[in-house]
């Protein structure tokens, strides 16, 4: 807290004792004027500052300022005689703005704290030794220190030393990373305990956390219909209450018999209180801010409102397969042995038949095996291509291919559809059938049972062949695949996807040969792709790990923010629309109208506060739920 | 071209958006958006008008919200 706003407070609690001070004289029988006395003492006190920047507002002919919208209730409210009321006012609207102050510099400083991951100095060595310099003079190439404890600046690479990370601001994986000499460094990591120097490669403006910096503060120009809305909403709001104000003070005197001028007056005073906007204003913007701190915080980049706005209304999710469902790794996943054979011949057959080729598919039926090959039992090797092998084992004639080679070697084989499957025949007999396919990645399965949940129905558009595409959606359940496409083609997909209802379609893919189709789709997602600057430039969203389950993760989040915001549009417009009509209708004075400014601000600031912790929050719960 | 312009203690939301409206119609501006949480207002401005456009920004700041201070960065 600075010393104004200790003073302030002062001010505001001195005010509030003579407030008291003259109610009690008032109700102990002490003369009239004497009163009054003491409560233009009370507005004298809180009112100074409110006078002061009214006065500023006219100085600068800015007449409608929140201050000047208070003044003018607790003059008015004074000529008609509301000494306690006109005190009132002021006091609580100071009391309110105190509290606004708390809530806002609360959020602010731990938005700051999700934000800020750009160090403010570098120590660059020099041939005088080690010196602190702002990144920005950095060049690339140079060297610089990076202590324990220190947050790292540039991106590099380790030069000398070993330690280990926290790279959690970046990806929001709170496990250390070991890292030593050779290996690239991100910076906005924090370092452990060892003292590393740091090869810069990148001068600060393109290192990695200026960019996240950059992202996330520039997401706040995408605003959302909601965000939209309601700043349209403010802006006829106040000249509209303040309309009806005047038609308050000036209609029912006239028309209604009995009716007190001062009575309807004083009711529209009230609406003045009201008619401030800030409440509306800061509701939704604030909700969403907090909900993409609250994202940046788990390594998922939102780059705006209008995004989290669409992400919470995904009808369809539609995946990249290779790197993004899948590893990219290939792997047997099934062995089909025949009849009279057994899974492990199967396998040491293909093994050994394969042992001196160098195909990624060689290589998984290797390591599938797990034994070492005795080569002095393979012979000579016969390529058939575009089919196959023929190679002699232990003088065994062994082909291992495709249906084709099966059909031309005359082997009564059992076809196995679907991946990629490698036939084993052993002297012209059937042995058995390996397939052979990318793995699924760890998570990915949850991912699409929880869109599912959520009632999204999900699609992979692949490059690769529509066989092996559509053993991986079988695999994890997707709805629709689509496989053998041509990257053109993958557009083209998309946008037939995207035509056939309402909702929104998001695209996730790793962006690498992809950035057309997460341009195209209404959210672009890449994934664990934040080396690539045309992954990073396409996509609406960007995932700092590899782990596909934050997808969902964006969209639960959405989800959530999206309910924020709206409770903060509904809870402010209603609570001052309630107010209005409880002051028109004299139920209540001008103190409850102070709530309807200040207080639904204050309300408005502490639910928003809720969006950043939306992933604290399910993580607790899963724990309860586990 | 990009920039970037500090609004210090800016204190009310309303002013925020104000201040916002206020300069994204001058003209070489050509997108502003002033972000209450982070105190910042970021705008793509023409950058022959840039400095003709700051006395104009301070300006406008100044009538919103007179106890702003401005750091233009």
Sequence with gaps: MTEKEKHAILLTALSGVLLLAALSMQLAGVSRALCVVMYLAAFAVGGFTVVRSAVKGFAQKNFFTEDTLMLAAAVGAFLIGEYPEAVFVIVFYRVGTHFEHYAVNRSRRSIKAVTEICPETARLVTEKGVEETDPDFVEVGDLIRVLPGDRVPLDGVVAEGSSTLDTSALTGESMPRPIAPGQEILSGCVNGDGALTVRVTKRFEDSTASRILELVESSYARKSRSERFITKFAKYYTPAVMGLALILAVIPPLVIRDAKWSDYIYRALSFLVVSCPCALVISVPLAFFGGMGGAAKKGILIKGGTYMEALADVRRAVFDKTGTLTEGVFAVTRVEPAADATAEQVLQYAAYAESASDHPIARSIREAYGKPVRQALVGEAVEAPGMGLIVFVHDQRVAVGNEKLMQRENVAYTPAPGGTVVYVAVDGAYLGALRISDRPKAGAKALIDGLRAQKIRTAILSGDTESAAAFAGEQLGVDDVYGGLLPADKVAKLEMLMEDGAGSVMYVGDGINDAPVLARADVGVAMGAFGSDAAVEAADVVIMTDEPEKALDAIRLSKRTMTIAKENIVLSIAVKLIILALCAFGVTGMSVAVFGDVGVMVLAVLNSFRALYIGKKEKENEKKDG | ?73
């Design chain 2, 1 to 73: 071209m990009r920039k970037k312009v500090m609004l210090r203690e800016l204190c009310c939301a309303n002013c925020a958006a104000k201040i916002e409206d206020k300069v994204s119609s001058m003209d070489g501006v050509n997108s502003c958006a002033v972000n209450f949480m982070t105190e910042k207002m970021l705008l793509d401005v023409d950058e022959a008008a840039w400095e003709g456009l700051k006395p104009q920004i301070l300006a406008a700041v100044r009538y919103v919200e007179p106890d702003t201070v401005v750091e233009f960065i």
